[in-house]
């Protein structure tokens, strides 16, 4: 895979010894992703280990995803309208019976903000799901293109900044929620790696539910095209496991005082 595709980091940023392991499954997990289809992408293999082992996968889109598309004359609301439905259909592809909720904050691709209005929300979502685990874009990244991913990022550490401090949002009317870890995907400096070796299947078929994505992000405009991203993924996650002796790894930045 390219340095500027989505998902996991570079093997070479991800090679270093000191990792830790295999967190012990969640009951819960909410995933907080920029547009549908990044989840799947940064922590689609993670997800599916965790939800067959019984927690319970929630996630959180926050842009419409409307201009997923090199197509000049597209609907954008049909677009957005159906990315919603395959984000849907992801998220039950990687989680089954576990899957939890899908919530959609609708903020146009593109213009997606870490203002306090939107962290409001977050931190009132996640009051709500009350996950164990959050997991989002590092929005540290060097180097990033995409302006939704950093602000996306910026929302899922703020929104559990938001939602553990009881004097914040008071309005909300929920308890304050603290989760006990938040990891994040697209990590310069990755530090945790998790084995998912029996899941990267589970990780391409999510992924291979957001059609309308195939020419625009995966580069994947025929079956031929569609099977080299695939492999292209399955070579990454496997440089990816090499230096900790799995078969196929997701790597990231590990948060766990929160």
């Known amino acids: 895979m390219a340095a500027n595709e989505p998902g996991q980091p570079h093997p070479v940023i991800a090679g270093a010894p000191d990792y830790s392991i295999d967190l012990a499954t969640p009951t819960s997990a909410l995933a907080i992703g920029a547009h549908p289809d990044d989840v799947e992408f940064g922590c689609g293999g993670l997800l599916a280990k965790w939800a067959a082992h019984g927690c319970v996968v929630h996630h959180l889109i926050c842009t419409d995803g409307s201009k997923?598309?090199?197509?000049?004359?597209?609907?954008?609301?049909?677009?957005a309208a159906r990315r919603q439905d395959e984000q849907?259909?992801?998220?039950?592809?990687?989680?089954?019976?576990?899957?939890?909720?899908?919530?959609?904050?609708?903020?146009?691709?593109?213009?997606?903000?870490?203002?306090?209005?939107?962290?409001?929300?977050?931190?009132?979502?996640?009051?709500?799901?009350?996950?164990?685990?959050?997991l989002g874009h590092d929005p540290w990244k060097r180097?990033?293109?995409?302006?939704?991913?950093?602000h996306a990022g910026l929302l899922a550490c703020e929104g559990?900044?938001?939602?553990?401090?009881?004097?914040?949002?008071?309005?909300?009317?929920?308890?304050?929620?603290?989760?006990?870890?938040l990891l994040l995907w697209e990590a310069d400096q990755p530090d945790h790696a998790e084995?998912?070796?029996?899941?990267?299947?589970?990780?391409?078929?999510?992924?291979?539910?957001?059609?309308?994505?195939f020419e625009?992000?995966?580069?994947?405009?025929?079956?031929?095209?569609?099977?080299?991203?695939?492999?292209?993924?399955?070579?990454r996650l496997g440089d990816l496991g090499r230096p900790f002796d799995m078969d196929a790894a997701e790597v990231f930045k590990l948060i766990g005082d929160l």
């Open 195 to 213: 084995d998912v070796s029996d899941f990267v299947a589970t990780k391409l078929d999510a992924l291979a539910a957001h059609e309308s994505q």
């Open 143 to 150: 180097y990033r293109l995409h302006p939704d991913h950093r």
């Open 88 to 134: 849907r259909e992801a998220a039950r592809r990687l989680a089954g019976a576990n899957a939890g909720e899908v919530r959609f904050l609708g903020r146009v691709d593109g213009e997606l903000d870490s203002d306090p209005a939107t962290r409001g929300e977050v931190a009132r979502i996640i009051r709500e799901l009350r996950p164990q685990v959050v």
């Open 68 to 79: 997923g598309t090199w197509d000049v004359d597209a609907d954008m609301a049909a677009l």
């Open 216 to 235: 625009s992000t995966m580069k994947a405009a025929d079956e031929a095209e569609f099977a080299a991203f695939e492999q292209r993924v399955r070579n």
């Open 160 to 181: 559990i900044v938001a939602s553990r401090d009881p004097h914040f949002f008071r309005d909300h009317g929920i308890g304050h929620h603290r989760p006990d870890a």
